[in-house]
């Protein structure tokens, strides 16, 4: 670890306890954390820094399955929306809001300088965190990037709706998550982003036409996404809307 990132290590988790009655020791979601007892997770994050000291990125996705996902169901779209653009994604499947603060704080993402990065993140957490220390833990994802990366605009999604019905517990943490973390907006260089209703059915209703498993969206669902985040996207990138 860098002298810069250890410095940006103490920073971020001092901060995420501002605020908050929740102690370090409890709140693991502020905890860098590495997954090296899953095989392919160091290999796809060692591929991640070589990307990183490569310098050459406009546009960084940051997330868990769901954005690693634009690399399967998600490809045509991303290639339609993205390809031009210089981007990387940084999602991985089963990470939580710990696992993304040890990849960034050991990725030497610091020798990059993308003009937006893209973070949603926060729902696998949802199983074992509270709803104030899964958004504590995105809060201390943005004050890494922040510390890293000052010269890159942070696009901060809402996470995505889960479960078939309104009524799902999972949809209730999400839109406690979602009020909290919408906070963390500045209007310069944080912009916070809810698109989950574009998923949604009139009556709220999550249909297995965009997210089969009321999680993770498929070819269609990606083409939602990308169609609900571009007028932001292209607004922060300081480009044209891709039509």
């Not at 912009?191 to 009321?214: C, K, N, R, W």
Request: hydrophobic fraction near 40%; charged fraction near 20%; aromatic fraction near 8%.
């Amino acid at each position: 670890m860098t002298r810069r990132s250890t410095t940006v290590l103490l920073t971020l988790l001092c901060a995420a306890l501002v605020g908050s009655v929740t102690t370090l020791a409890q709140n693991f979601a502020v905890m860098p954390t590495p997954r090296a007892e899953v095989d392919w997770w160091m290999g796809r994050y060692y591929a991640n820094v070589r990307q990183a000291e490569a310098g050459d990125v406009d546009l960084l996705f940051i997330g868990d399955s769901i954005t690693h996902g634009w690399e399967r169901g998600g490809l045509d779209t991303w290639n339609k929306y993205y390809a031009h653009r210089k981007p990387a994604n940084f999602g991985f499947g089963g990470d939580r809001t710990q696992h993304v603060l040890w990849r960034l704080i050991n990725g030497h993402i610091d020798r990059m300088s993308p003009k937006v990065a893209v973070i949603m993140i926060g729902t696998n957490n949802a199983s074992s965190d509270t709803p104030n220390e899964i958004a504590l833990g995105i809060r201390a994802i943005c004050n890494t990037l922040r510390a890293l990366l000052p010269k890159t605009k942070i696009l901060v999604l809402g996470i995505f709706p889960r479960g078939t019905s309104p009524d799902n517990w999972l949809r209730g943490t999400t839109a406690v998550v979602n009020t909290q973390i919408a906070a963390l907006a500045d209007g310069e260089w944080i912009h916070y982003l809810d698109i989950g209703s574009a998923f949604l059915e009139a009556d709220g209703t999550l249909p297995a036409s965009v997210m089969p498993d009321q999680l993770h969206p498929n070819e269609r669902g990606y083409q939602i996404w990308a169609e609900a985040m571009e007028p932001t996207l292209a607004k922060l990138l300081g480009d044209q809307p891709v039509r």
